[in-house]
């Protein structure tokens, strides 16, 4: 099955720090989520993005399919963004392969 | 408003026991899907379904067994609840295939 690897698997910030999570996958895929799982165990839908370039506040997400990689960027990051944080991809597009996920922590 | 929402939330109960989760859409989905989540927090398909019907089935036990009686409901079943099955379970729904898929809240289950 196709592979999801994300990483840092850990990452710890200071509150207004900037950050990038990385999301590798092995093959093509037809669907790219992104999401955030809070300390209530909530999975937040980020983005849909299986190509392209998307901002949504202080966050942004951009995939390249060609090269089988997507990138989810935090600006000015505050606790509350404290969580882990989830890529899964759909080759077939009946179901999500999800990576392992990036624990952030964000620090006042 | 709750797009997709599951029930119960929590769930502790003894081995050996049958229990069902149930899971409701108000998107006007087509495919609903149920994921679980173990305690290193890796989340892995169960099941999908579309339009009522079976489309996935992720090597899982036969004691599970999900149920649709229509397009906006996708029950799971347990039966015969063994320590292994402890786990957050996750509902989710999408438009149709290829498209973005929107979560429940989790059901934990817990088996004592």
């Known amino acids: 099955g196709i592979q999801v690897e994300q990483s840092p698997p850990d990452l710890i910030l200071q509150e207004g720090a900037n950050s990038t999570l990385r999301c590798n996958f092995s093959?093509?895929?037809?669907?790219l989520q992104w999401f955030h799982q809070n300390p209530w165990g909530q999975l937040i839908n980020l983005f849909y993005i299986p190509s392209g370039t998307k901002q949504n506040g202080r966050l942004s997400a951009t995939t390249v399919a060609t090269e089988r990689y997507s990138l989810l960027y935090i600006s000015s990051s505050q606790t509350t963004d404290s969580g882990v944080y989830f890529c899964?991809?759909?080759?077939?597009?009946?179901?999500?392969?999800f990576g392992k996920g990036t624990s952030l922590l964000v620090t006042p | 408003d709750t797009a997709v929402s599951q029930t119960p939330k929590y769930l502790v109960t003894q081995m050996g026991n049958d229990k069902s989760i149930k899971c409701e859409q108000n998107l006007g989905h087509d495919t609903m899907y149920w994921y679980k989540q173990d305690s290193k927090k890796f989340l892995k398909i169960m099941f999908s379904?579309?339009?009522?019907?079976?489309?996935i089935n992720e090597t899982v036990p036969n004691r599970f067994s999900p149920k649709s009686p229509d397009k906006a409901h996708l029950n799971l079943h347990i039966n015969s609840l063994e320590l292994g099955d402890s786990a957050v379970y996750f509902c989710?729904?999408?438009?149709?295939?290829?498209?973005?898929?929107?979560f429940g809240d989790g059901t934990r289950l817990s088996i004592l």
């Open positions: 899964a991809v759909d080759p077939a597009g009946y179901a999500l392969n």
């Open positions: 093959d093509s895929v037809n669907n």
């Open positions: 989710a729904s999408s438009r149709t295939v290829n498209q973005p898929q929107h």
């Open positions: 379904y579309n339009n009522k019907e079976l489309i």
